[in-house]
Nanobody
Framework: QVQLVESGGGLVRAGGFLTLSCAAS????????MEWHRQAPGKQRELVAT???????HHVDSVKGRFTISLNSAKNTLALYMNNLKPEDTGVYYC??????????WGQGTQVTVSS
């Protein structure tokens, strides 16, 4: 069984910063990629950023230059450094892990609220 535990969410004013963390544990056959997704109230879950063990990263346009994803493959941890937060960044942030067979695993999510 694979467990992903997110932490670091909270309430912050626009322009502020937060750091999200995700710790993966359990039995899984390697990591192909890890991602952060978010779901705003009344909207579908959307991809925020992707990281691979080889060091590759991808950030969606809406967060480029403000968010940075970081994967520590040795520790199976994932971080999301979020700067210059905007009210539209509000939502539940989920960590996802894709194992060597591309099976997805999800965390329970952590709430991020940005006030204007």
């Amino acid at each position: 069984q694979v467990q992903l535990v997110e932490s670091g969410g909270g309430l912050v004013r626009a322009g502020g910063f937060l750091t999200l963390s995700c710790a993966a544990s359990g039995s899984f056959s390697g990591i192909n990629a890890m991602e952060w997704h978010r779901q705003a109230p009344g909207k579908q879950r959307e991809l925020v950023a992707t990281a691979t063990p080889g060091g590759g990263t991808h950030h969606v346009d809406s967060v480029k230059g403000r968010f940075t994803i970081s994967l520590n493959s040795a520790k199976n941890t994932l971080a999301l450094y979020m700067n210059n937060l905007k009210p539209e960044d509000t939502g539940v942030y989920y960590c996802a892990l894709y194992d060597s067979d591309w099976r997805p695993y999800w965390g329970q999510g952590t709430q991020v609220t940005v006030s204007s």
